[in-house]
């Protein structure tokens, strides 16, 4: 794990969180890795295992360990990342402060995160993974209502960053200010029998407003949207950001991680492959036939029969309507959205902290197809997104190649329907 210092200067760590008795904690980044030197860059979780078999160098809410052992078949990070993570991170160490890896050293957060929405299904365990990072200061809580509770009750966790809870409009100012990363959870869940759009209504002008807050306090953040129908949010948000003069598109996300997520955990099901080796690119949108998994990309390579492209594609792109159902009336998912969100931005602060190598699916203003939002494989680095990465839509099967004409009517009428709520609005203010 890399760690910043006060200094500026950076530190590898391993953490173990103090209360796991004698045994294991994964913590880590998440995000991706991409093959240094190959045009194609592969989505990876990273990470380590720890084990506390070690006697203890420091305290600092994490436990920071002498050396470390990584189990990567029981983490969710993989071999090959994990060694990737380690040799990139040694490197730097040694480089910025001539020290030796294995040696360690207090882990030091410096990003302030804020999460609006914070009370909800999504916002509490989104929260509480935010607050185990050990890259994370400052985590603010912000809802229209709930919030105090959530706060207190997180802030009792031994890890190094601050709780504060924001509540109701007149808070929000405060809550954004100086952030480097919002994450906008905030909104209302499908009930079976509903289309992610038939959202739009409520979830349209919540966003709206959140995103405008952000443009008045701390314009220069990662905007990550998880707020349904995000196919349509995302555009909404990129024009209240021009309205006020500050969209910068490498810095807008549309949270699609638990579309990969959902991904490579049925296929390595289905394939009875290693899950935390399974790398499957999800590109197009967030919602029905727009969410496309490349299957024929998936990593490391695997065949699929065309019926089990068929079989796979389709579970997939209703995986979200599986859980509504599952949950009959009682929401949609909210755990493993908060695993895969709490993933990107854990690979948006390693981005931000300097990574070169850190890569993940999301949807953004695009120019790969002729839709002006697509969600794609993306490089991040400090300033947001440093590259589209356009091989994964080279050299598609002809299943894949249909599909993709295929979304692109829906989800072109979504962005449309976006774009004219916000300009209208704005015409109206
Ligand atoms: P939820 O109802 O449990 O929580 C939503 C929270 O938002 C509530 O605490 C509510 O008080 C808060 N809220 C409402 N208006 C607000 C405002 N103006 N400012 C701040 N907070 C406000 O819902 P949930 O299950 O957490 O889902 C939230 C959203 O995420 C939904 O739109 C859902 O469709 C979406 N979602 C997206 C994905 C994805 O992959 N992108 C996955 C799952 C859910
Ligand atoms: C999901 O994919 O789980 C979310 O978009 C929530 C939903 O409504 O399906």
Not at 276 to 297: C, E, F, M, R, Y
Request: proline fraction near 5%; glycine fraction near 8%; charged fraction near 20%.
């Amino acid at each position: 794990m890399l760690m910043k210092h006060t200094s500026g200067r950076f530190c590898v760590s391993q953490v173990e969180m103090a209360a796991a008795p004698a045994a294991t904690f994964a913590i880590g980044s998440t995000g991706s890795l991409g093959q240094r030197g190959s045009s194609l860059p592969q989505s990876r979780s990273f990470g380590l295992k720890f084990n506390s078999q070690n006697p203890l160098k420091s305290f600092c809410g994490l436990k920071a360990m002498s050396s470390v052992r990584c189990e990567s078949e029981l983490s969710f990070l993989g071999n090959k990342s994990a060694s990737a993570l380690r040799a990139s991170f040694a490197s730097k160490a040694q480089k910025e402060k001539g020290q030796n890896f294995n040696y360690q050293l207090q882990p030091q957060a410096s990003y302030k995160v804020a999460v609006l929405g914070a009370a909800g299904g999504i916002g509490q365990p989104l929260a509480l993974l935010i607050k185990m990072s050990p890259l994370v200061s400052d985590l603010h809580l912000y809802d229209i209502a709930n919030v105090k509770g959530v706060a207190a009750d997180i802030s009792h966790c031994n890890t190094p960053s601050q709780v504060k809870d924001f509540t109701g409009a007149s808070e929000l100012a405060k809550c954004l200010n100086g952030v480097d990363v919002v994450v906008i959870p905030a909104g209302v869940p499908r009930k079976p029998g509903m289309t992610r759009d038939d959202l739009f209504n409520i979830n349209a002008g919540i966003v709206r407003d959140l995103v405008s807050a952000v443009a008045d306090n701390c314009p220069g953040a990662f905007i990550q949207i998880i707020s349904n129908p995000v196919n349509s949010t995302v555009p909404i948000a990129a024009e209240v950001l021009k309205q006020k003069g500050v969209y910068d598109p490498k810095k807008l996300f549309g949270v699609t991680t638990l579309d990969v997520v959902r991904a490579n955990t049925f296929v390595a099901q289905k394939k009875n492959l290693k899950l935390i080796d399974v790398d499957v690119p999800v590109v197009g949108g967030h919602a029905g036939i727009t969410i496309l998994p490349l299957l024929s990309k998936t990593r490391p390579s695997a065949s699929f029969t065309d019926e089990v492209v068929e079989e796979l594609t389709v579970r997939i792109q209703n995986a979200g309507t599986e859980v509504v159902e599952a949950k009959a009336g009682a929401g949609s998912a909210t755990l493993s959205m908060a695993y895969a969100a709490a993933r990107f931005v854990e690979s948006s602060l390693r981005a931000l902290d300097g990574d070169g190598d850190v890569y993940e699916c999301s949807y953004v203003q695009s120019d790969l197809t002729d839709l002006p939002f697509f969600a794609s494989r993306v490089k991040l680095g400090k300033k947001g997104i440093e590259a589209l990465i356009p091989s994964d839509l080279q050299g598609l099967t002809d299943y894949e190649q249909k599909a993709l004409e295929a979304l692109k009517p829906e989800l072109k009428a979504s962005i449309e329907k976006g774009i004219a709520f916000a300009q209208k609005q704005a015409v109206a203010a």
